[in-house]
């Protein structure tokens, strides 16, 4: 028995439409909410700097991609260009604006040539030689040095091994003593900047684990602490709490007086004499009276004078 799928005279396939690709598409864009294009941010201004002016056309073919005007829209393309034209570039597109002075160009393309012309480096090529070979990785990272000498090495159209020997003769001392003690070859320029990427990682990370806090710990200091001028210093080993200096001198460099240190510090307060305990007079000026007298030659006896225990 054959199952039939009709209803009123009608089958199935009758009443079912047939979408195309192009309609199920918009179907799917209709329902999603449509593909969302990325915002396109507004470009830096040109001032008319030979070394800036390649950077610039890319960002300006990225923008003009972003927006949909890659194919076509000459005049829209030239009119944005124009419009970031400032300084020395802005003076020299006033009079083409003003139209004092009727245009060469026709299309995007002869407005760029036409901005190389202007603006651009005469010799991009010898430029590029130059500019590598007097460039060095300073503080910055491997992958940033890379990044700017690919670009030159590019436009100086160097061979993989010219261009390697400039890659290594800008490096770091330490990436560079690595290289001459490494063993590894290396097939292009783009293998080596990988290679000293990767070195330069795990250089860091030996860095990092030779200063951490745990490994100085258990370095000992072996050095003598010694005061500007020469002499040894005393350092305070431990946790031991000696008081405040002034506590110091008025309890260890007392005079020797058979007294507590309570009284001592009570005469020491009531500004009483250390010895007799008495006002009005200091213990080492009754020390220097009471001393031993001066020798008499014209005295009948003479006995030496008793010392005075301080």
């Known amino acids: 028995m054959v199952a039939t799928a009709e209803q009123g005279g009608t089958t199935s396939s009758e009443t079912t439409p047939i979408l195309n690709p192009e309609q199920m598409r918009q179907i799917i864009a209709s329902l999603s909410g449509g593909t969302r294009k990325p915002q396109a941010k507004e470009l830096e201004v040109h001032q008319g700097e030979q070394h800036r002016l390649q950077g610039w056309l890319a960002q300006l073919i990225v923008y003009y991609r972003m927006v949909g005007w890659q ?12 419009s970031l034209l400032r300084d020395d570039a802005g003076t020299w597109i006033t009079a083409y604006a ?38 060095k990785q300073g503080k910055r990272s491997v992958t940033e040095y890379w990044n700017e000498f690919s670009l030159l090495a590019s436009e100086a159209e160097l061979d993989d091994s010219t261009g390697g020997e400039l890659l290594r003769g800008g490096m770091i001392t330490e990436l560079l003593n690595t290289w001459r003690a490494s063993s590894e070859e290396y097939e292009d320029l783009e293998a080596l900047a990988q290679w000293a990427i990767r070195k330069e990682t795990k250089l860091a990370t030996g860095r ?11 370095q000992r200091e072996t050095t003598t602490p010694l005061h500007p001028d020469g002499t040894y210093r005393l350092t305070n080993n431990g946790n031991q709490n000696y008081g405040d200096p002034m506590e110091l001198d008025a309890t260890r460099r007392r005079p020797r007086v058979n007294i507590s240190r309570e009284e001592f510090q009570r005469r020491i307060r009531e500004r009483l004499c250390l010895k007799f305990a008495q006002p009005g007079h200091l213990a080492r000026s ?14 009948r006896s003479w006995q030496p004078t008793k010392k005075v225990a301080p």
């Open 71 to 82: 194919n076509g829209y000459d005049e829209e393309k030239i009119l944005y260009a124009t």
């Open 98 to 135: 003003e139209e004092t002075i009727t245009p060469t160009w026709d299309n995007w393309a002869e407005f760029k040539a036409e901005l190389q012309r202007q603006f651009g480096v005469i010799d991009a090529k010898g430029e590029a030689r130059i500019r590598l070979k007097n460039m």
């Open 208 to 218: 990092h684990i030779q200063g951490s806090p745990v490994a100085k710990n258990t």
């Open 286 to 299: 009754r020390l220097k009276k009471d001393g031993p007298k001066p020798f008499n030659a014209q005295a």
